[in-house]
């Protein structure tokens, strides 16, 4: 089994601040998360970020500047730093993990920003 499974998120007021963790576990035969994606209600699942195996970061145009990706050593927890929320970043985030034979989705976590 491939175990993914994204944690952090809640509700906060725009301008405020969330960290999201992605961990994975299980039988990863070497692969590991990698990207970031959210869906908000009656719209598709759009990447946010990028973490390439090289650990180039590559960012959507609605969230540069405000967000950061990041890994840890052992390569099976994936962050995304999210500062500065607006509302329009509300949806549910979810990780990707890709291994040799294909990818996984966690179950993901819901982020609102409201006052």
């Known amino acids: 089994q491939v175990h993914v499974q994204e944690s952090g998120g809640g509700l906060v007021p725009p301008g405020g601040a969330l960290r999201l963790t992605c961990e994975s576990s299980?039988?990863?035969?070497?692969?590991?998360?990698t990207d970031w994606f959210r869906q908000a209600p009656g719209e598709q699942r759009r990447l946010v970020a990028t973490?390439?195996?090289?650990?180039?970061?590559i960012y959507a145009d609605s969230v540069k500047g405000r967000f950061t990706i990041s890994r840890n050593n052992t390569k099976n927890r994936l962050y995304l730093q999210m500062d500065s929320l607006k509302p329009e970043d509300t949806a549910v985030y979810y990780c990707?993990?890709?291994?040799?034979?294909?990818?996984?989705w966690g179950q993901g976590t819901q982020v609102t920003v409201s006052s």
């Open positions: 990707k993990m890709f291994r040799l034979d294909g990818y996984y």
């Open positions: 973490l390439t195996p090289g650990n180039n970061a």
């Open positions: 299980g039988d990863v035969a070497g692969g590991f998360p």
